[in-house]
Structures are given as structure tokens and as C-alpha cells.
């Protein structure tokens, strides 16, 4: 169940992902076609089986645009929006987000309006695969903490600052949560008379996304070729390898749902309506295999307590409740319809998350146990 929800979340985790990247690639050529929820759905489509045509051809192509995109597409133009929103502000232009001390809080408006953090916990998704480098570290006890600390700071400045650098410069009520950072580098180079530069951030924001994009392409399909094979819970067809040997019959299948997603936001009048759904779902998701996690780790702590590790964490049962609980708790608040959509029925929305999220998580894997043959098994077969 776990590697099928770290596996089933990239289905719900593409539609939402390539939706930015629709919002931001409309203003390479018409920043109205952002609200476009026809041009949404066929940015989302061409850009994942193109993606799943690069990863079928091997590993090189997709470590390559993944690197470069992380620098060129996230620290770059990063770093960019937080200098120019403090020059913004140094000129005198008031910010469009109130500043003042009594606004350093949220207002509270109920449960409702704490659900827009549950997205936040995808800005941590997958650090935990970090730990499969531990045995590579010459000395893990100080250098796999200290790389941990690390990242979570740079996730923190990274989503921070340039948050707050949209919020001033773009009036909450006008604000896309698929196209938010396009608005804010139109607002601020129109600002500076260098809108020209717009489309150049775009482009670059773009290959970054889809660098990530092609990462988890990679990666969950990967474990879930490895378990079925070893159990048998899925049928030949679906465990055959390519040439290059890439598990392309199952980047197919995804795809196939992929795009049967994707033009849901054809059908939703509100693009930022659709892209939270799908984002909330990718999240919930996920979740369930951190609650599984935190489980498995103190159940290995109390099983094997002298098994070598490379990595040993103190208080790991106060940690791992820590974590069961905050993982729990947002995968709760996730069905309760955030302040920001009040206009649609909150049964219908509960309805999606709770069926996406609950039916891919917790239902599929249990027919896939239910219907695993013997016959199905193919342990021996090496697919790297």
C-alpha cells in the first residue's frame, strides 16, 4: 500500500503540477489563456507523454533537465522575485498585502481557513527517499541530519520569501494559484519597463517544472514494478520493460488516466478550483503512506533493536507521533472545503477529494492484493 500511494499520487500530482505550468506557459503567448481551461487540459496532455516519450528513452536526458532546471528555473527566478519585490516596495508602491503587526496572522475563520496549508506538506513530499543515500555518507550521524536541516531550510526560503514577494505586488482577490507567480513578474517588469522579460521567467519556470515532472516519472513506477513483480499484483503485460529497460507499459497506463484528469479542468469553469482539488488529492494521498511510514519505523525500532543502521534517530517513537499526528490531522482538514472556494456545495467537493483521494489510496491497493495471481510473479526477472 505504501509504494502504490507514493506511486498513485504522481496521478493526481501531474495534472496539478502541469497545470502551472499552463498558467505560466500562457504568458509566453497570451495571458488569457490561463483561465483557459481547454488550454490547461492540452498543456497537460502534450507535456506528460512528451515527458513519458524522454523517460522511455533512458535516465541521461531526464537527470540532465532536472538539475539544470532547479537552478535555472527555481533558484534563479527565486531569487529574482524576492530582490525586485524589495526594490518594488522601496520605491514607495504600497504593498497589496496588508504588513502591518496585526496582520502577521491569518484571519481565522474556522476550520476552513487552515486548508490551504495542507499543501503545504507536498513541499516536503519525497525527502523522505533521501535516507536510501545513507549507507553512501563517510560519516551519517552528522552529515545526514545536517543535509536534512538543510533542505528543509531551503524549502522554507524558497516557498517564504517569494510568496511574500506575490503578495505584495498582487492583490489577493486577483490572484491565480496556477498563474500567481506569472502575475507577479508581469506586475513587477511592467513596473520597471522590462516586461519583455516576462516570457524569458516563463520559459524558465516551465523547464523546471517539467524537470521535476520527469524525476517522479522515474522514480515511484520503478517500486512499483519492483513489488509487483515480487508479489505478483500486476498482470505481464504491465511488468514488460522496454528496450532500454523502462517500465514503459506502465508510464502508458498512468498516462492514460493522466489524461482523463486533465480534461476535467476542461470542465470546471474555475482553473484554480481544479488545480487545488488535484493538489489536495496529490497530498492526502502521499499522507497515507507517511502514516504508514511512522508505523514501520517504530514497529522495526521495537522488532530489531540491535540491527546495524547507518543512521540511528534518537527519540524515534516521539518523533514518528509527532509526525502520525500532523500527517493526520492534515489529511483530515483536506476534506473540509478551504474559505477561498465558498461558493461551490461543499458536499460536492467533499465527494471528489474524499473519493480521489480515499478510493486511489486505500481501494485500489486492496483489489490489487484481492486479484494478485501466483502466476503473476516474476522475482527473478532483474528490471534494472
Known sequence: MAVWCQFAMTIFYYPSLLGYVAGTLAYVFDPDLASSGWWTAAVIVVAYWSGVWVSSRGTKGVAGLAGGG?????LLPGALLVI???????QGH??????????????WAGLASLVLIVNNFLSYSGMEMNA????SLRKPGKEFPRAMFLAMGLVLVIFILPALAISWVVPADQLSLTAGVMQAFDAVFAGFGIQWLTPVIGVLLVLASLGGMLTWLAGPSKGLLLIARQEGYLPPFLQRLNGRGVQQNILVAQGALTTLIALLYAFIPDVSSAYWIFS????????????????AAVRLRRRFPGHARG??????????GVGFCASLAALLVGFVPPSQFGSGS???????????????????????YRLRKPSWRQPEVNPS
Open 70 to 74: 532547479l537552478v535555472l528555473g527555481t
Open 84 to 90: 525586485l519585490g524589495f526594490v518594488f516596495l522601496g
Open 94 to 107: 504600497p504593498s497589496a498585502a496588508p504588513m502591518s503587526a496585526s496582520h502577521l496572522l491569518p484571519a
Open 132 to 135: 536510501v543515500h545513507v549507507s
Open 280 to 295: 489536495v488529492i496529490t497530498t492526502q494521498v502521499y499522507l497515507i503512506m507517511y502514516l504508514l511510514m511512522f508505523v
Open 311 to 320: 543512521f540511528r534517530t534518537p527519540l524515534l517513537r516521539s518523533l514518528c
Open 346 to 368: 461543499p458536499w460536492v467537493y467533499l465527494a471528489i477529494v474524499a473519493g480521489g483521494a480515499l478510493g486511489l489510496g486505500l481501494v485500489v491497493p486492496f483489489l490489487f
